[in-house]
Every structure is written in structure tokens, then in C-alpha cells.
């Protein structure tokens, strides 16, 4: 069965700083996967998602992730923090016609 | 764009009344998902269509809960009776399709409450 996993509760950065979220995944054959935000008392916003033969994926407000198929990881990064980008963000796998979303990071960016 | 759209977007009510949530998804999308979401339990899906049919509900945690989707641009969530453990925020997702690339987007919740 394809799962996620995304080992940090939370994760503290100054801003200006740059910033990783960890993901770490397990799928049979071709993965899907996707990066989504959540802001308080808003749904989820899709970030950006990995497709194949791409390793670094470019995504919304300047956030890009890794894909590393030798260490099955997908990790989120920005270069540069801002206090904005403080929010939960979740990893996710298409598992047959459903997508497995990781627990959450929660990311603070201090000022 | 407008995007999907969920109603109520707070409820409130005593246990053993029966709760109705709505949602419209974005014009065009194909399917359409139901999650619960709780500190506890994290994002959990309750249920999902596709063009309208329902393809998998074993997601939904009780016969006291039940999902329908009537057409194209409408669905509802039914809890009855509601019970305290309930309380939660409820999302709908829509996508284009079940395709495995293609992204879901959310509404903003409805956020129940049972007394």
C-alpha cells in the first residue's frame, strides 16, 4: 500500500532562512505526489505536485520540492523563509483513486 | 475562478439532531471527495464520486452517515443522529478527474460542533 510520512511536527526557521519540510514515501511503480498548505480555518491549497522525470518541481509562491527516488523522500524547500509561509503542510500519494495525506508539518517562520 | 463552495461554514447543534452539509465543486470537475479532519485523527476521507456516482465509502465511519450527489454541481453530507464525537471540520475536494496527476481543491470547511 502506498504511504507517506513526514517525520517533523513541526519545524522552526527564522525568515530570510531557508526552509525544509521533510516527506518520505513508500508506492509501487510510478509515484504521484503533492505538497499542500493549509492556512488557519481555510481547506487545503495545492502547492505542487511531482512529475515524472523531473527531480526539482517548481510550485506556488516560490516553493519547490525534491524528488529522490533513491531515498523515496520528496521534500519541500524555499529558499528564503517568510513569516507568511508559517502554516500546516501536508505531503500526499495517490494510492489507486484516493490520495494518502501525510499527519502534517507545522511551520513557524520567526521574524 | 470561483472555487468550491461550502455551506455552512460553522454548525452548531445538540446531539441527535440531524446535520446537513453542503458543497458545490468547481464547474467542470469530475469528482468529488469528502474529509474529516481532527487533531486527533488528522485529514480522514469519508467518501468519494466519480461523475456524480459514488465509488468508495468505506471511509465513512457509520451507517449514521451518508453522502449523496444529486447532479454535477452539488452534494451533501447527512449525519443522523448526531453525536458529540462528530464535532470536527469537514471538507469537500474536487478534482478534473480520478487521473493519478491531478491535484484536489478544497473548500474552506465547515466546522460542526455537537452538543
Known amino acids: 500500500a502506498q504511504s507517506v510520512a513526514q517525520p517533523e511536527d513541526q519545524v522552526n526557521v527564522a525568515e530570510g532562512n531557508p526552509l525544509t519540510v521533510k516527506c518520505t514515501y513508500s508506492?509501487?511503480?510510478?509515484?504521484?505526489l503533492f505538497w499542500y498548505v493549509q492556512y488557519p480555518n481555510r481547506g487545503l491549497q495545492f502547492l505542487l505536485k511531482y512529475i515524472t522525470g523531473d527531480n526539482l518541481v517548481k510550485g506556488s509562491y516560490g516553493f519547490e520540492a525534491e524528488f529522490n527516488k533513491s531515498q523515496t523522500s520528496f521534500h519541500l524547500k524555499k529558499p528564503s523563509a517568510l513569516v507568511s509561509d508559517s502554516a500546516l503542510y501536508f505531503c500526499?500519494?495517490?494510492?489507486?483513486?484516493?490520495?494518502?495525506f501525510g499527519a502534517g508539518t507545522r511551520l513557524f517562520v520567526k521574524a | 475562478d470561483a472555487g468550491v463552495i461550502q455551506s455552512p461554514r460553522h454548525e452548531v447543534t445538540e446531539m441527535g439532531q440531524e446535520v446537513t452539509l453542503r458543497c458545490k465543486p468547481i464547474s467542470g470537475h469530475n469528482s468529488l471527495f469528502w474529509y474529516r479532519q481532527t487533531m486527533m485523527r488528522g485529514l480522514e476521507l469519508l467518501i468519494y464520486?466519480?461523475?456524480?456516482?459514488?465509488?468508495?465509502d468505506s471511509g465513512m465511519p457509520e451507517d449514521r452517515f451518508s453522502a449523496k450527489m444529486p447532479n454535477a454541481s452539488f452534494s451533501t453530507l447527512k449525519i443522523q443522529p448526531s453525536e458529540p464525537r462528530d464535532s470536527a471540520v469537514y471538507f469537500c475536494a474536487s478534482s478534473r478527474s480520478l487521473e493519478g496527476n491531478q491535484p484536489q481543491h478544497f473548500g474552506d470547511g465547515t466546522r460542526l460542533s455537537i452538543l
Open positions: 500526499a500519494v495517490r494510492s489507486g483513486f484516493k490520495t494518502i
Open positions: 464520486f466519480n461523475n456524480n456516482v459514488p465509488i468508495d
Open positions: 508506492v509501487s511503480g510510478n509515484p504521484y
